[in-house]
């Protein structure tokens, strides 16, 4: 090979690929450090083909297409393999970044994307496992944190393997017996607001013109109450604890007239939920969010409620919006594969773009306990089915598992 320069490189050693940009060989992988990155060793599988055999020399061309390990550049296609784009160049140097994502990684390995469950930071890294979370410093940012809720104090606990949720009969912390389902909220008849009856006074706070009356409203899902209660900061509308501390958060990205962006981390995943007034859009996984949109997630962060990236974050809504209803391709499968009924299968087609049980709820203008015993049905259909479900993991296309072929043994 006379001239390396716009070459696509191969190295044996670690995997790495990269474009020569000068006109002599180069002494080394910039990655592994390796001079003997251009010696075969083992097996080497085509990129175009997936044909698998044992180059001699570092010039081979696959066998079953003839696609060279080591090629020259042109005006070929290109693939980013962060985000999936393809293109073809038309510069006459190879590209240094990605024209849709601007990842300068662009012909590297994908890099894949995870998420804290302690603090909901989400990062990506080269290594499977990390020890800990850049940024909290955890090391157990990848365990569960908790499993069951209760709705009237906030309180999180783990439940024990095999016990059924709807065996437990009170919270371990208040004892409440109403702890699955959130509190009722009415309509005062004097003022029109809206608040939640305490055990002792079952009218409105305002109205009494009690000094402890004070007014909220959840950052989350938009509902707005009259509360003499200021220990509890329990959302009665979406049961979302107000206080943002802990492992439940939310925080407002960007709203407009029609539209609100609503960056909520929950149960150990981040999710960008999409709402119109009250009712909620879609919803999105923060990682596949920020892996579509080529940023960082402390760039989406730092660009929360800026009118400096108005049209970025309309670009974000637009998308979403776009593909409000792709959940519904699902459907069809979940009630062939798993032997659901149509409604239980919108519900977990809802549950695999990200949206939580209480969001759900809200969607479909349901009582959250009865949200909740149409899970635990679902999860029996999971197990008669075969499958093996683990709820606390997340899987980036859980569809692609599972035999399409399969049918349900139901």
Not at 381 to 396: F, H, R
């Amino acid at each position: 090979m006379e001239a390396w320069n716009k070459t696509e490189i191969y190295c044996f050693r670690c995997g790495h690929r990269w474009v020569s940009r000068n006109d002599k060989k180069p002494e080394s992988c910039p990655i592994c450090r390796s001079r003997r990155y251009d010696i075969p060793s083992g097996e080497y599988v085509c990129r175009k083909c997936g044909e698998s055999w044992i180059p001699g020399t570092f010039s081979e061309s696959c066998p079953g297409c003839g696609t060279a390990i080591y090629a020259r550049s042109g005006s070929e296609e290109l693939l980013c393999r962060q985000c999936g784009h393809r293109w073809v160049s038309r510069g006459g140097d190879y590209p240094v970044k990605c024209p849709s994502c601007r990842s300068r990684k662009w012909n590297e390995q994908k890099i894949s994307s995870l998420t804290c469950r302690k603090c909901g930071y989400v990062w990506k890294s080269r290594t499977d496992l990390p020890v800990k979370c850049p940024k909290c410093k955890s090391k157990t940012w990848n365990t569960v944190s908790f499993k069951l809720k209760c709705f009237r104090c906030g309180y999180k606990w783990i439940l024990s393997e095999g016990i059924d949720p709807e065996s437990v009969r009170s919270c371990p912390s208040c004892r409440s017996k109403l702890w699955n389902e959130l509190p009722g909220l009415k309509e005062c008849g004097g003022c029109g607001r809206l608040f939640v009856p305490s055990r002792r006074e079952r009218s409105c706070p305002a109205c009494q013109r009690s000094a402890a009356a004070f007014e909220l409203r959840c950052g989350f899902c938009g509902t707005g109450w009259v509360s003499d209660d200021r220990v509890s900061r329990l959302c009665p509308g979406c049961g979302i604890v107000l206080s943002n501390s802990g492992q439940e958060r939310s925080i407002v990205l960007w709203e407009n007239t029609e539209h609100r962006l609503v960056y909520l981390f929950k149960d150990g995943i981040g999710c960008v939920y999409l709402w119109k007034g009250k009712y909620p859009e879609c919803c999105a996984y923060m990682n596949e969010l920020v892996d579509a949109l080529g940023v960082r997630f402390e760039t989406m962060m730092s660009r929360s409620r800026s009118a400096m990236y108005e049209k970025f974050w309309n670009s974000v809504i637009a998308g979403m919006l776009e593909k409000k209803d792709s959940y519904k391709d699902n459907i069809p499968y979940f009630i062939r594969r798993l032997g659901l009924e149509p409604f239980q299968a919108q519900i977990l087609a809802l549950h695999f773009t990200g949206m939580s049980p209480e969001v759900i709820s809200i969607r479909l203008k349901m009582n959250l306990k009865d949200i909740r015993k149409e899970f635990t049905a679902i999860q029996d259909a999971y197990s008669e089915s075969g499958i093996v479900v683990n709820d606390s993991v997340y899987t980036e296309d859980p569809i692609s598992m599972y035999d399409p072929d399969d049918s349900p043994k139901r």
